[in-house]
């Protein structure tokens, strides 16, 4: 196929024409973007009719590298912005290997979401460029910009033979989320305490038979704004590079890791990551079987399955032992399709520490949602609530059995051992009835 000076791409010219290979077009869009980049400050310029973009790369799309015939190819390309989204790029090439010109530069996606779309004439089969009245992930799970609504968080104690004592995550404002506490029924005995480590807030509850069978709530009041990359100072390695019970770092995930990443191992903490990330998607399935829920990182590495804490705790293993800070929060995510009702149990998330911010990154529901695996490198939706961070909590008072593994339902200890706790989630929509 050839594109024409239309934009139109056009059949091969001739199938026996000795073709340039796929590295070959890889590392001639690299070389040119590394050439640019270094002319332009140490920032690759991206202009189009609608765009006037400084950007970094951030992967080069090998799925999609393509000969259109002699001497002419096409490269699609993830850039990152100063602001942190991410676009995708096509360019357009000709020439040798070594002496590649790029001929056309147009901006594909804004954060999975594209501009225009390729489609084929059926007579000709020629190609031209779709243009794209709207598009909209709101059916995939994701409210865009802000969402508002009430989160409801409920727990019913079971029957208390003796005494027990709990420790319950409490949500709080940060710059993403602008919490309310409108309503709490609690023990009288609750009290507010803090992990040194992370900055969770919590209540801690000491309980006796008197309790049994009591429901415990918080209602809270939920403004949030989707979540994209922000600066922040170097963070703290002895956190965020660190192994924890279930998050080992080294061995084995050293070794995946760097064989992974292979030449990249030199590249940037934010091209590494992408290629970790996309290990991940590539590699695991969400299926809820087996000892998954834990977080366990052997576990998802054995096995290839789990749920959101597999997927991502995999990922911060990977990550830490290559030397990219990555830290896990968890919460719960709100339906986007519908305003009121139950949710289905908490979900957790990550963030990767790379050119003085931190990315969000949801592999999980990229991995669901393939169409949105661009959109959930770098962003998290609106329609969540943060309630707690970190893994290892190490708490005063806290269990007998040491630190919490992570914190969204309620830990209830009975005689030094954790007993599940019949806990439920749900939301109402502002301005919904």
């Given at each position: 196929?050839?594109?024409s000076c239309k934009g139109?791409?056009?059949?091969?010219?001739?199938e026996?024409?000795?073709?340039?290979?796929i590295?070959e077009?890889?590392e001639g869009?690299k070389?040119?973007?590394?050439?640019?980049?270094e002319?332009n400050?140490g920032?690759?310029?991206v202009?189009?009719?609608n765009?006037?973009?400084?950007?970094?790369l951030v992967?080069v799309?090998t799925?999609y590298l393509?000969?259109?015939?002699?001497?002419?190819?096409?490269?699609?390309v993830?850039?990152?912005?100063e602001?942190g989204?991410v676009?995708?790029?096509?360019f357009f090439?000709?020439?040798?290997?070594?002496?590649?010109?790029?001929t056309?530069?147009t901006?594909?996606?804004l954060?999975g979401?594209?501009?225009?779309?390729?489609k084929?004439?059926?007579e000709?089969?020629?190609?031209?460029?779709?243009a794209?009245e709207?598009?909209?992930?709101?059916?995939?799970?994701?409210?865009?910009g802000?969402?508002?609504?009430?989160?409801?968080?409920?727990?019913?104690?079971p029957?208390l033979e003796g005494?027990a004592?709990?420790?319950?995550p409490?949500?709080?404002?940060d710059e993403?989320?602008?919490?309310?506490?409108l309503e709490s029924s609690?023990p009288?005995?609750?009290?507010r305490?803090?992990?040194a480590?992370?900055?969770?807030?919590?209540?801690?509850?000491?309980l006796g038979?008197e309790?049994s069978?009591e429901?415990?709530?918080l209602t809270?009041s939920?403004?949030?704004k989707?979540?994209g990359?922000?600066?922040?100072?170097?963070?703290?390695?002895?956190l965020?590079?660190?192994?924890?019970?279930?998050?080992?770092?080294g061995?084995?995930f050293?070794e995946?890791?760097?064989e992974e990443?292979g030449?990249?191992?030199?590249?940037?903490?934010l091209i590494q990551a992408?290629v970790?990330y996309?290990y991940?998607?590539?590699?695991?399935?969400?299926?809820?079987f087996?000892d998954?829920?834990?977080?366990?990182s052997n576990?998802?590495c054995d096995s290839?399955?789990g749920?959101c804490t597999e997927?991502h705790?995999?990922?911060?293993?990977?990550a830490?032992s290559?030397?990219?800070?990555?830290?896990?929060?968890?919460?719960?995510s709100i339906p986007?399709?519908?305003?009121?009702?139950?949710?289905?149990?908490?979900?957790?998330?990550?963030?990767?520490y790379?050119?003085?911010?931190?990315?969000?990154v949801d592999?999980?529901?990229g991995?669901?949602?393939?169409?949105?695996?661009?959109?959930?490198?770098?962003?998290?939706?609106?329609?969540?609530?943060?309630?707690s961070?970190?893994?290892?909590?190490m708490?005063?008072p806290?269990p007998q059995?040491?630190a919490i593994n992570f914190?969204a339902y309620?830990?209830?200890?009975?005689d030094?051992?954790?007993?599940?706790?019949?806990s439920?989630f749900?939301f109402?929509?502002?301005?919904?009835?």
């Open positions: 196929m050839l594109f139109e791409v056009q059949q091969e010219l001739s026996t024409t000795e073709r340039v290979s590295d077009i890889e869009i070389a040119f973007i590394a050439d640019q980049t002319k400050g920032v690759f310029p202009k189009d009719k765009h006037d973009l400084k950007m970094k992967r799309h799925e393509s000969n259109l015939g002699p001497q002419s190819h096409f490269a699609c993830d850039l990152v912005d602001s989204d676009y995708d790029v096509d090439m000709e020439g040798e290997p070594g002496g590649m010109d790029v056309s530069t901006v594909h996606k954060n979401k594209p501009f225009y779309s390729w084929q004439n059926k000709d089969k020629t190609w031209f460029r779709l794209l709207q598009s909209n992930n709101n059916l995939l799970g994701v409210v865009e802000q969402d508002e609504f009430e989160f409801y968080y409920t727990a019913q104690l029957q005494p004592r709990m420790w319950i409490i949500a709080e404002s993403f989320q602008e919490i309310q506490l609690v009288k005995s609750a009290k305490i803090k992990d480590n992370y900055g969770n807030t919590l209540f801690f509850i000491e038979t309790n069978g429901e415990i709530s809270y939920v403004k949030r989707e979540k990359p922000y600066n922040a100072p170097l963070p703290d390695k002895s965020y590079l660190a192994s924890t019970k279930l998050m080992p770092t061995g084995r050293e995946i890791a760097k990443l030449d990249k191992i030199n590249e940037p903490h992408r970790l996309d991940i998607i590539d590699n695991m399935r969400y299926m809820k087996g998954y829920g834990k977080g366990d576990y998802a290839k399955t749920n997927f705790s995999f990922f911060i293993s990977l830490r290559v030397g990219i800070p990555a830290r896990f929060a968890i919460g719960a986007s399709d519908r305003n009121e009702g139950g949710i289905d149990g908490y979900h957790c998330w990550a963030e990767f790379a050119d003085g911010k931190w990315w969000p592999i999980s529901e991995n669901k949602y393939t169409a949105l695996a661009t959109y959930y490198f770098g962003r998290h939706p609106a329609n969540r609530i943060e309630l961070r970190g893994r290892d909590l708490l005063t806290g059995a040491g914190l309620p830990y209830l200890e009975i030094g051992k954790e007993v599940k706790v019949n439920h749900s109402q929509r502002k301005g919904e009835s």
